[in-house]
T-cell receptor, first 113, second 113 residues
Framework: GENVEQHPSTLSVQEGDSAVIKCTYS??????FPWYKQELGKRPQLIID?????GEKKDQRIAVTLNKTAKHFSLHITETQPEDSAVYFC????????????FGKGTKLSVKP | DAGITQSPRHKVTETGTPVTLRCHQT?????MYWYRQDPGHGLRLIHY???????DKGEVSDGYSVSRSKTEDFLLTLESATSSQTSVYFC????????????FGPGTRLLVL
């Protein structure tokens, strides 16, 4: 079946540094790629998303890039802060489905003060 | 929070007993989803609904059934709970006119002894 691979599974950075999380997907029909942030004990929250007709999207300190040819997309967080510490999930839409998403296994980001 | 509630929020039950989890939404979203979240597995789709009485299986549907008799409620039933169904269950919604963006409910933590 289709899948999404996410790396790394854990990431530790110093406050102020940048963090990059990478995902690859298998379904060539995927055209929507959201990123979710989940704090401990909370629900996943959408932080940014990108559609296949766009190569890059930014929202303040967060950016996402998409390479459809290589089937990978990445989350970039600049000037990290302790409150960025959380688990981040990437996802890709499944072609031909009812808008279903397939998720990566998550990256636990720790930002050290 | 997209007007999504889940009940109960926590439940402890014994192996072999039936369990029903409820997802309730107040904003008339067409699509509703049930996911389970387990360490190392990310979010996995159990079942989804694309309208009243319209449901379909997801990636990990064995041992689960769903029903949607009205737009606002999507029920997930474990006919005979097993320890392997101990997990955190999230409901999500998506509006037909909002692309593929899914928003999550607060989650239900289920422990099967």
């Amino acid at each position: 079946g289709e899948n999404v691979e996410q790396h790394p599974s854990t990431l530790s950075v110093q406050e102020g540094d940048s963090a990059v999380i990478k995902c690859t997907y298998s379904d060539s029909a995927s055209n929507y790629f959201p990123w979710y942030k989940q704090e401990l004990g909370k629900r996943p929250q959408l932080i940014i998303d990108i559609r296949s007709n766009v190569g890059e999207k930014k929202d303040q300190r967060i950016a996402v890039t998409l390479n459809k040819t290589a089937k990978h997309f990445s989350l970039h967080i600049t000037e990290t802060q302790p409150e960025d510490s959380a688990v981040y999930f990437c996802a890709a839409s499944l072609g031909g489905s009812q808008g279903n998403l397939i998720f990566g296994k998550g990256t636990k980001l720790s930002v050290k003060p | 929070d997209a007007g999504i509630t889940q009940s109960p929020r926590h439940k402890v039950t014994e192996t072999g007993t039936p369990v029903t989890l409820r997802c309730h939404q107040t904003e008339n979203h067409r699509y509703m989803y049930w996911y389970r979240q387990d360490p190392g597995h990310g979010l996995r789709l159990i079942h989804y609904s694309y309208g009243v009485k319209d449901t379909d299986k997801g990636e990990v549907s064995d041992g689960y059934s769903v029903s949607r008799s009205k737009t606002e409620d999507f029920l997930l039933t474990l006919e005979s709970a097993t320890s392997s169904q101990t997990s955190v269950y999230f409901c999500a919604i998506r509006s037909a006119g909002a692309g593929e963006t899914q928003y999550f409910g607060p989650g239900t933590r289920l422990l099967v002894l």
